[in-house]
């Protein structure tokens, strides 16, 4: 069995999720080197893996013909440069989502991993959580007859902490939070409809965090922090210099099926949670939690009155981080590479979501009108098989 050997760019941070997952030399998958500008991050990963090279330029571990495989797990704003020369150097690469910024510089990787005949992943969990998958199949199933419309609500306690301290906090780094927080729900709206969004229009502003007490503007990196008390923002204090993203944002959604999706995201909730609602022609079905004591409540039979649910299903986690999503989105990244296998996410289905947040924002900071999703090159739809949502 021929061993695929890693090398990770960006270890630090979320970095280390796939530190811990992915050498697993008995299984033929080995982490052979790491880059990353931070200093601490380079002694530690060398320390863990002292039989590892290890770089501060991301293009010195390009070239070491050591590495078969990358992991990019960097802001997203070095996500297409990354890439294309990871692809250009003849790696097979797995990109934290977002793909990209934006639609061009999302086609720049695919057309990089074509000409280069490389295998392109994007790290897409959502569609590993269990909850996800169970209202997948109860929908496929026919429970709730055709589907035709689905809101999704996503509460974010933890905005303040992790988006409007560090780099997430301007445009020119994420697009807005829309595309870089909500690319994940946008996925998964499709994925459970089981078709792409084709106009879109979209409502937000930035309400809360323009009017909280900022840090000095002295070049010093922000950081994201992880506080309960952090609450209410008003508060707070440690803000970014530069705020010029939305803290809610609302997309209304028109799907290829003719079904429609609303998506609503707001960043300065007390509570933490996505509650996807999908109704079809026979019932409706809605998730009450995404990880521990996840419930997926079913409706089938008409009453007058809100009712108890017809069934209610719990969902367990999985062990691992994300309700145990990121071990299983490795294991099936792993699998791609080494044995061909069909990959649970299509850099189609990553990039049209990316597609759906630039619009979105695009029409909400306009007029709020509707705009179409532009159509894809047919030779990146063909190379990538882009009708398998």
Known sequence: MKTVRFGIIGISGRGGVYLDDNH????????????DIDADAREKFQERFPHAA??????????????????????DFLHREMAVAALDAGKDVCLEKPIALNMNDGIDICRAAMRNRRKLYLTHNMRFFPVIRKMHSLIKS??????????????????????????????????????QKGAHDIDIIHYLMGSYTTSVSGMGMLS???KCRRRADDGTPGKAVWDENNYPPEDCEGFSPCIDVEDHNMIMMQLSSGAQACYMQCHYTPD???????????????????????????????????KEPDAIFNVKPMPGTHS?????????????????????VNP????IA????EKGHESMRGRGDRLDIPELPEDIMDYFGGDKI
Request: hydrophobic letters at 40%.
């Open 272 to 306: 933490s949670d996505r509650n996807y609602t999908v109704i079809g022609t026979r019932g409706r079905i809605e998730n009450i939690g995404v990880g521990e004591g996840a419930k997926i409540l079913l409706w089938t039979d008409r009453m007058d009155k809100r």
């Open 354 to 357: 990316v597609m759906v947040g």
């Open 324 to 344: 145990g999503a990121d071990p299983l989105i490795m294991k099936d990244f792993r699998e791609y590479i080494r044995d061909n296998t069909a990959p649970a």
């Open 24 to 35: 697993r030399p008995e299984e033929g998958f080995e982490i052979v080197a790491g880059a």
């Open 142 to 179: 026919g429970m709730i007859g055709v589907p035709q419309v689905l809101w999704c609500r996503h509460f974010i306690n933890y905005g303040g902490d992790a988006y409007f301290r560090d780099w997430h906090s301007e445009r020119k780094n994420t697009c807005g939070l829309l595309l």
């Open 54 to 75: 290890v770089y501060s330029d991301y293009r010195e571990l390009l070239n070491d013909p050591d590495v078969d495989a990358v992991f990019i797990i960097t802001p």
């Open 208 to 210: 809360v965090y323009d």
């Open 348 to 351: 189609v289905a990553a990039l």
